[in-house]
């Protein structure tokens, strides 16, 4: 089985700086994307309120909500299936469970996800 393993979340400063990881293990197939997708501490993962925060393609295209445009970067590296979320200027409003994915063309696997805090 596919797992995926969140790290890095934990409690961040308003303005400062966290860096999640996310590594893929077990079955390795072929990711057309990763990303990471966060919601409200307590809502669930398929609730239409989540949000997609930044997604990477195996080529590396990118793309990011508007909510962290200029301040979050998405990196990839395919040859260990990981991917990375380096969040800068952090703010209040970026507290959530952040839940890595990763995309085939016919699966979407999700990471338990991790806790994000941002104090004022």
């Known amino acids: 089985q596919v797992q995926l393993v969140e790290s890095g979340g934990g409690l961040g400063q308003a303005g400062g700086s966290l860096r999640l990881s996310c590594a893929a293990s077990?079955?390795?197939?072929?990711?057309?994307?990763m990303g990471w997708y966060r919601q409200a501490p307590g809502k669930q993962r398929e609730l239409v309120e989540r949000?997609?925060?930044?997604?990477?393609?195996?080529?590396?295209?990118?793309n990011y909500a508007d909510s962290v445009k200029g301040r979050f970067t998405i990196s990839r590296e395919n040859a260990k299936n990981t991917v990375y979320l380096q969040m800068n200027s952090l703010k209040p409003e970026d507290t959530a469970v952040y839940y890595c994915?990763?995309?085939?063309?016919?699966?979407?696997?999700w990471g338990q996800g991790t806790q994000v805090t941002v104090s004022s």
């Open positions: 994915y990763a995309r085939t063309m016919v699966t979407t696997y």
């Open positions: 949000e997609l925060v930044a997604a990477i393609t195996r080529d590396g295209s990118t």
């Open positions: 077990g079955n390795i197939l072929i990711f057309n994307a």
